[in-house]
């Protein structure tokens, strides 16, 4: 007979490889880096957790011991990769990589237009 914990554990990891497919098109579909960056950490952040989260489950309801390297996991994950994709679109950014044609809104640039300005001003003082 099947328990309702092993209906969690399936429907974590189903969640986790839903949002593996997601990430996949979108780093097909998306444009540019900065587009793909954003699928790629945020996407895939929640894709591994969730399915690390169905292993916990699945490991503490068959078991009974309560695995504390799969949580050091998530936490890692979930601190580790948005940062990193961050870190990995300013530095694109830095170096001059375009944004697409369809982008709307550059809230770097108009960052650094308030930077030079206020540096400027400063300097007149």
Request: aromatic share 12%; hydrophobic share 50%; charged share 20%.
């Amino acid at each position: 007979m099947i328990d309702i914990s092993e209906y969690f554990v399936v429907a974590f990891i189903l969640i986790g490889a839903f949002f593996g497919v997601v990430t996949a098109i979108g780093l097909i579909r998306l444009p540019d880096l900065y587009t793909r960056t954003h699928a790629a950490s945020k996407s895939a952040t929640l894709g591994v957790m969730s399915v690390l989260i169905g292993a916990l489950l699945f490991f503490f309801t068959e078991e009974g011991m309560f695995n504390s390297r799969i949580v050091l996991g998530i936490f890692f994950v979930l601190i580790t990769a948005p940062v990193g994709g961050h870190l990995i679109a300013r530095a694109a950014y830095n170096t001059g990589v375009k944004l697409a044609p369809e982008s709307i809104q550059d809230d770097l640039a108009k960052k650094e237009q308030f930077e030079a300005k206020k540096k400027k001003n400063s300097s007149r003082d």
